[in-house]
C-alpha cells in the first residue's frame, strides 16, 4: 500500500500533509534551520533518521562524507547524497533535505572542495584498496603449517 503525500510550505515551517489516510504523524519541518546548515560537498555530516521500529520510531546516524547537493536550496525538493565506508563497504544515502524523516542534521567537519560533485570518490576508494592490496605480504610465521598424520607402522 503506498501513501501519497505533498509538502504544504509557508514562511517557517512545510508541514506534510497526506492525501490519504495514514497512521504516521509526521512533524514539521523548521526550513529556516536546515537553509542556515550551508554545508557544501566534501564536508563531513552526521544525519539523524527516524526509522520505525516494531511501530516505535528510533534514530539513527548515518556519518560520512557530502559527495553532492542537487536542486537548490531553498526549493522543497533539495537533496544531498552522503557516501561512508562501513566494513570496507561503501555505501551511499540520498536524503532529502526536507524531509520530516530527518530529526536533525550535525556539520562534523567542514573542508573545501573544488569541485561540487565529489563522484570522484569512488573510484578513489577502489584504487586505494587495490593498492593495499598489491602491498600487503604474508608473513612465514602467520601461516599455518599443515601437518599431516604419519601412518603407523
Given at each position: 500500500m503506498y501513501w501519497v503525500f505533498y509538502l504544504q510550505k509557508s514562511e517557517t515551517y512545510a508541514t506534510v500533509v497526506p492525501l490519504m489516510k495514514s497512521a504516521?504523524?509526521?512533524?514539521?519541518?523548521?526550513?529556516?534551520?536546515?537553509?542556515?546548515?550551508?554545508?557544501?560537498?566534501?564536508?563531513?555530516?552526521?544525519?539523524?533518521?527516524?526509522?520505525e521500529d516494531k511501530g516505535k520510531f528510533r534514530l539513527q546516524a548515518f556519518e560520512g562524507i557530502v559527495l553532492s547537493r542537487k536542486h537548490g536550496n531553498k526549493s522543497t525538493d533539495a537533496t544531498f547524497t552522503v557516501r561512508k565506508v562501513s566494513h570496507s563497504?561503501?555505501?551511499?544515502?540520498?536524503f532529502p533535505l526536507y524531509s520530516p524523516?530527518?530529526?536533525?542534521?550535525?556539520?562534523?567537519?567542514?573542508?573545501?572542495?573544488?569541485?561540487?560533485k565529489l563522484y570522484y570518490v569512488r573510484e578513489k576508494a577502489v584504487k586505494e584498496v587495490s593498492r593495499k592490496m598489491k602491498t600487503a605480504k604474508i608473513f612465514?610465521?602467520?601461516?599455518?603449517?599443515e601437518t599431516t598424520p604419519e601412518a603407523e607402522n
Amino acid at each position: 500500500m503506498y501513501w501519497v503525500f505533498y509538502l504544504q510550505k509557508s514562511e517557517t515551517y512545510a508541514t506534510v500533509v497526506p492525501l490519504m489516510k495514514s497512521a504516521v504523524k509526521l512533524t514539521p519541518v523548521a526550513i529556516e534551520d536546515r537553509e542556515k546548515l550551508g554545508f557544501s560537498s566534501g564536508d563531513t555530516v552526521r544525519v539523524w533518521s527516524k526509522i520505525e521500529d516494531k511501530g516505535k520510531f528510533r534514530l539513527q546516524a548515518f556519518e560520512g562524507i557530502v559527495l553532492s547537493r542537487k536542486h537548490g536550496n531553498k526549493s522543497t525538493d533539495a537533496t544531498f547524497t552522503v557516501r561512508k565506508v562501513s566494513h570496507s563497504v561503501g555505501v551511499e544515502r540520498i536524503f532529502p533535505l526536507y524531509s520530516p524523516m530527518i530529526d536533525k542534521i550535525e556539520i562534523v567537519k567542514r573542508a573545501r572542495a573544488r569541485r561540487s560533485k565529489l563522484y570522484y570518490v569512488r573510484e578513489k576508494a577502489v584504487k586505494e584498496v587495490s593498492r593495499k592490496m598489491k602491498t600487503a605480504k604474508i608473513f612465514p610465521e602467520m601461516v599455518e603449517e599443515e601437518t599431516t598424520p604419519e601412518a603407523e607402522n
